[in-house]
């Protein structure tokens, strides 16, 4: 690398998330919404993190998408093209969106122009993260953050050439306070610890809030503050009902207005419970000598709709998030068709889109700092579609070769150049070049019949000859 691109790299380096025209941008609009002054995390920040340990929906379909988000595999790429070209080359396929994107990779790809790279310290921050959790912790704690919270931040950790090695993810309600175009530094305060780290240091992942764009997130978890809510207290009702809250299932009393003196109670106590108490003395009669008053406090919770009502919100909680009830388990309604395309739209609608966020941030805020020319890009976690690829096989054998065809149904490839063979019709004959097939051979017409010329003779009614005369018979006749 040539000394003015390290220099370049060091300055790129030092560049947080303003600038030193932030306070002059859009007429002042950035330092006038500040007013100095950082933004705090949001009310209920601390207690929505802390439901993820206690809800149990929340954890599942968090849980569930932080999971396959952090089992996504990164790739990077450079060009081999030099100077202006290669610039502007990196900058269009790192702009582009996913589907843009991979053609302009295949394209380049195909053409020699691109080079993927195996080994760099960009995949040992992914994969290593930091010297307390695995790259696998991390980027799921990340995602669970922004699900939840609606922005997750890490603190870099630099080697002695000033390279980020390592990341280190902390909690939103950490960050007291974000940097302003005044003051480009995070406030940072735990329990007793208080620190402010300069805004260079600090990668800050944002989900941003309609309401205030340039404040903190907006996580998809304090939209459904009413229905994790209600769902708790449900489960927590149920529950009390088995500590009963001190309140007895039956209340004995006199009637009439009579009164038991103390040794009378307690008599009639133990008496009720000598006779109907335990496994064996269950659906006993009981025989009093005067008039009592039994008072049965039942709580009927099919009256209530629980189970009902238990079932909404979990579908509520399940449906803002996307995620296909299948991919939970809940096939009650479900089809065949429905379980076998969960994964699809899981992959498609939900995992994607979070990958895509990811790889947007990294690509903007990380890669600079060791090329800004890499291009990051990760493999796509939707499957292929099968039932296409097979239609499309039946419609049309010859574009696949007999590799991709034993590959379809998870045999081996064949080693020899028959595994690079293509099967053509008319008789499926097998060629290694689509491009030089020959005409398929036209069958020959068939040979008609000679003509043939027979003799018709003529009777009268006595059966005598009257008349003989030559008739031509062809092969259509």
């Known amino acids: 690398m040539a000394l003015t691109e390290r220099i370049m790299k060091a300055a790129k380096a030092l560049t947080g998330v303003y600038d030193d025209n932030a306070e002059t941008a859009a007429f002042g609009l950035l330092s006038g919404t500040t007013r100095g002054a950082g933004e705090s995390p949001k009310a209920g920040t601390r207690e929505i993190l802390a439901s993820y340990s206690t809800m149990p929906w929340l954890r599942a379909v968090t849980g569930r998408v932080a999971s396959s988000v952090s089992s996504a595999s990164w790739k990077l790429f450079t060009t081999r093209r030099s100077g202006v070209q290669r610039a502007y080359q990196a900058g269009s396929t790192q702009r582009a969106d996913y589907a843009h994107r991979q053609r302009l990779l295949k394209t380049h790809k195909a053409q020699g122009e691109l080079v993927e790279i195996e080994n760099h310290p960009f995949f040992d921050l992914l994969h290593s993260a930091n010297s307390f959790q695995t790259g696998s912790s991390m980027r799921k704690i990340t995602q669970l953050h922004i699900d939840l919270a609606g922005e997750a931040f890490w603190i870099k950790e630099r080697n002695a050439l000033g390279t980020p090695v390592a990341v280190w993810p902390i909690p939103p309600h950490w960050i007291a306070e974000t940097p302003t175009p005044g003051r480009r530094a995070y406030r940072v305060s735990w329990k007793g610890w208080q620190g402010e780290i300069p805004d260079t240091e600090v990668l800050w992942f944002v989900e941003p809030d309609p309401s205030n764009p340039y404040g903190r997130g907006s996580g998809i978890a304090k939209s459904l503050g009413d229905e994790l809510d209600t769902d708790e207290y449900a489960a927590k009702h149920v529950r009390s009902f088995f500590v009963n809250h001190a309140r007895p299932d039956v209340l004995v009393f006199p009637k009439n207005g009579d009164e038991w003196s103390e040794p009378e109670t307690r008599r009639l106590e133990m008496q009720w419970n000598n006779q109907l108490q335990g496994f064996w003395r269950s659906f006993r009669t009981f025989f ?60 498609r609608h939900v995992v994607q889109p979070r990958l895509e966020f990811l790889r947007t941030v990294l690509q903007e805020r990380l890669i600079p ?109």
């Open 369 to 477: 700092e060791f090329d800004e020319r890499l291009i990051v890009d990760y493999d796509s976690p939707v499957m292929n579609d099968k039932e296409h690829k097979l239609e499309v096989g039946k419609a049309a054998p010859w574009v696949m070769t007999v590799n991709e065809w034993r590959e379809s149904i998870h045999l081996t490839p064949l080693d020899d150049e028959g595994g690079s063979q293509h099967f053509v019709p008319n008789t499926m004959r097998p060629t290694s070049d689509l491009t030089d097939v020959p005409e398929p051979p036209v069958a020959p017409l068939p040979k008609s019949k000679p003509h043939e010329v027979v003799k018709v003779i003529e009777r009268d009614v006595n059966g005598r000859i009257s008349a003989v005369h030559e008739k031509v018979i062809d092969d259509d006749a």
């Open 288 to 347: 009093a000598r005067r008039e009592i008053g039994i008072e049965k406090f039942d709580q009927d919770f099919r009256s209530m709709q629980f189970i009902e009502l238990r079932r909404h919100e979990r579908d509520a909680i399940i449906q803002v998030f996307g995620m296909p009830p299948e991919i939970l388990g809940v096939v009650n309604e479900s089809k065949r068709s429905t379980i076998e395309a969960a994964d699809f739209l899981f992959a």
